[in-house]
């Protein structure tokens, strides 16, 4: 048994269960967050705001720059409404809408499988605080209508609310389609608010902002009496 052990065979099958540990795996994935939140705070995609896009691209091909771009951006911290105004300063309200929206996607996709591959594992143990238990059981028994509503109504960090839903059981089909649909309202205000943001008293630009005060609002009162119904589970 001890020879067992230390053979070389023995020693690699034990190298090869602490790599792929759960453990291992979610402090891989800390490792890539951090390098990518690192990588963002050095590059600063807000200068899109000031700086425009880079000349050399252009048409469609950009819109599929950008939107690749965004995801990569969600996926490391990057605020949503950051990269929405720029799409609509950069591209219009159509097209930015399109670019933005499809970026969403992408990143909540990215981030859903990192979550998912390298953190679920070891979290979901963790989940013993009943407020934990209970948002969990919301997220996994109804997926759609919670994520539905978590990006109808804006406030909680968009990366954070997609790496909280990978550890949940909820499924890939109804987390990518309440998040692309849900996506749609705030998305578009932002899009619109950038593609006007030279007119500030211009109607399309005063109807977006207010229609993002509005759902921030809303945001915080479903927030709270949420926060009430959870507590009292």
Same mark, same amino acid.
Not at 158 to 173: D, E, H, K, L, V
């Given at each position: 048994m001890l020879e067992t052990a230390a053979s070389p065979d023995g020693l690699a099958a034990r190298c090869t269960r602490v790599l792929f540990s759960p453990w291992s795996r979610l402090a891989l994935l800390l490792v890539l967050l951090a390098c990518a939140a690192a990588a963002m705070l050095l590059w600063q995609p807000q200068r899109l705001l000031a700086g425009g896009w880079p000349p050399q691209y252009s048409g469609p091909t950009a819109m599929v720059v950008f939107a690749l771009a965004y995801?990569?951006?969600?996926? @490391?911290?990057?605020?949503?409404?950051?990269?929405?105004?720029?799409?609509? %300063?950069l591209f219009g309200s159509q097209a930015g809408l399109a670019s933005a929206l499809a970026g969403t996607v992408l990143g909540a996709g990215l981030a859903f499988g990192l979550g998912r591959l390298l953190g679920q594992d070891a979290l979901r143990p963790l989940l013993r605080a009943r407020w934990l238990t209970a948002a969990d059981r919301q997220l996994s028994e109804h997926g759609f209508r919670s994520m539905l509503a978590i990006r109808l109504f804006p406030g909680l960090p968009f990366c954070a609310t997609n790496y909280c839903a990978a550890i949940s059981r909820m499924g890939w089909f109804p987390y990518l389609l %309440?998040?692309?649909?849900?996506?749609?309202?705030?998305?578009? %205000?932002? @899009?619109? @608010?950038?593609?006007? @943001? %030279?007119t500030p008293t211009s109607p399309a630009f005063l109807i977006s902002m207010g229609f993002i005060a509005v759902s921030g609002l809303g945001a915080l009162i479903v927030a709270w009496c949420k926060r009430k119904s959870l507590r009292g589970k």
């Amino acid at each position: 048994m001890l020879e067992t052990a230390a053979s070389p065979d023995g020693l690699a099958a034990r190298c090869t269960r602490v790599l792929f540990s759960p453990w291992s795996r979610l402090a891989l994935l800390l490792v890539l967050l951090a390098c990518a939140a690192a990588a963002m705070l050095l590059w600063q995609p807000q200068r899109l705001l000031a700086g425009g896009w880079p000349p050399q691209y252009s048409g469609p091909t950009a819109m599929v720059v950008f939107a690749l771009a965004y995801g990569v951006c969600t996926t @490391a911290f990057v605020p949503r409404p950051i990269l929405n105004l720029a799409a609509g %300063a950069l591209f219009g309200s159509q097209a930015g809408l399109a670019s933005a929206l499809a970026g969403t996607v992408l990143g909540a996709g990215l981030a859903f499988g990192l979550g998912r591959l390298l953190g679920q594992d070891a979290l979901r143990p963790l989940l013993r605080a009943r407020w934990l238990t209970a948002a969990d059981r919301q997220l996994s028994e109804h997926g759609f209508r919670s994520m539905l509503a978590i990006r109808l109504f804006p406030g909680l960090p968009f990366c954070a609310t997609n790496y909280c839903a990978a550890i949940s059981r909820m499924g890939w089909f109804p987390y990518l389609l %309440a998040t692309a649909l849900g996506s749609v309202p705030n998305t578009a %205000a932002y @899009a619109v @608010a950038g593609a006007q @943001a %030279a007119t500030p008293t211009s109607p399309a630009f005063l109807i977006s902002m207010g229609f993002i005060a509005v759902s921030g609002l809303g945001a915080l009162i479903v927030a709270w009496c949420k926060r009430k119904s959870l507590r009292g589970k």
